[in-house]
């Protein structure tokens, strides 16, 4: 279900939750530091200013009460296999464009930060989803993504890729791609630039001694982590240590002399870890195919879904009409549309009636 996984059997699983324990038990009581790493202080100080940890560092309870509405519908476990599908669906979306994994690690952080303020049925998760990719592509700096492709490649991914969940093509087109990013701005109040794991943990590997099995591992995990909310409660060099720690156990690798001189809290690293164990037993069992389209059966959706007609192309401008914005009523839309075509004979009668007048005064 994860586009990566990191373990591969059940019996890495279960060794993995066996093994995962504080390195030593005789550490001293440790404490959260700005300066966790001998080569990241630099990075860090900018995390503590950022709007990332000033604003969208959240706790448990913040995303339950937040998600109150959603909850009502759905199960903890429905609403987790729900942002697991999108977070697969956003890094199909980054595979096919070609982008860098930090434009899709962005993009899926964006829809989290979304869905904490807002239900499912504010947005639809199948607009919202290339959207934040077409947003993180610009903040990363990767460069914009052109309309049509962006278009295109989502009915592709859909088509070939999901088509075991939505049956019909891509719905959307440029135009509501377009709006929908007005409404991720202001949601997220233009917090864009965002800290991953991925840039401490290349260099806490470096400080351990360049290990590339090592490194492949531990990115692969915090690949994975992007479809648990750990990315909106703990800071990204806490991410880092949890999914070097995973990766350890997984290759069977001592690296515990190394984590005793780290100055961190090692409980917040065991809940990161517990959380991301708990997203491989989730997927192991999770058969989308068969589970998903039930689940998105109880998902509200939108007021307004988009209409487009059959001879409409990717960018979203028909033959025959302009294309209908997301949030436009299609009913006021077309008695505008009307409005001339039935003012037409009534003008005409009009000038007639001046004009039989006027030669009577002649």
């Given amino acids: 279900m994860c586009i990566v996984y990191a373990l591969k059997s059940a ?157 019909t093509e891509f719905p959307y087109r440029i135009n509501h791609v377009l709006e929908c990013e007005f409404y991720l701005l202001e949601v997220m109040d233009c917090c864009l630039v965002l800290y991953h794991a991925y840039r401490p943990l290349v260099q806490y590997v470096a400080d351990i001694g360049q290990d590339n099995e090592l490194l492949s591992t531990a990115w692969k995990v915090a690949n994975d982590s992007l479809r648990t909310d750990v990315a909106l409660l703990y800071p990204p060099h806490q991410i880092a240590i949890a999914c070097l720690h995973i990766a350890c156990v997984i290759l069977g690798k001592d690296y515990k002399t190394w984590f005793a001189e780290l100055n961190v809290d090692f409980e917040k690293i065991l809940e990161i870890t517990r959380i991301i164990l708990n997203l491989y037993e989730l997927c192991k069992n999770f058969d989308e195919k068969k589970e998903l389209p039930q689940i998105l059966q109880k998902v509200p959706k939108p007021k307004t879904q988009p209409s487009r007609p059959p001879s409409q192309g990717p960018d979203g401008q028909p033959a025959s009409q302009p294309p209908q914005g997301v949030g436009q009523q299609p009913q006021q839309q077309q008695q505008q549309q009307q409005q001339p075509q039935a003012q037409q004979p009534q003008q005409q009668q009009q000038q007639q009636q001046q004009a039989q007048a006027m030669q009577q005064q002649q």
């Fill in 11 to 167: 019996s890495q699983l279960s060794e993995a939750k066996h093994a995962i324990v504080i390195p030593n038990n005789s550490f001293p009581k440790l404490k959260t530091s700005v300066n966790y790493s001998k080569n990241t202080s630099a990075m860090a100080g900018k995390f503590w200013s950022s709007s990332q940890f000033q604003q969208w560092l959240l706790d448990r309870q913040d995303l339950l009460r937040e998600r109150h509405a959603d909850l009502q519908l759905l199960s903890e476990e429905e609403y987790s296999k729900v942002m697991i599908f999108f977070a697969n669906f956003i890094q199909s979306l980054g595979e096919q464009l070609k982008v860098k994994q930090q434009v899709i690690a962005t993009a899926t952080v964006y829809l989290k930060r979304f869905y904490v303020r807002n239900s499912f049925k504010c947005v639809d998760p199948l607009l919202l989803a290339p959207t934040c990719i077409f947003l993180a592509s610009k903040v990363e700096e990767f460069g914009v993504i052109s309309n049509s492709r962006l278009i295109s490649t989502c009915q592709a991914v859909v088509k070939n890729k999901y088509s075991h969940v939505y049956a």
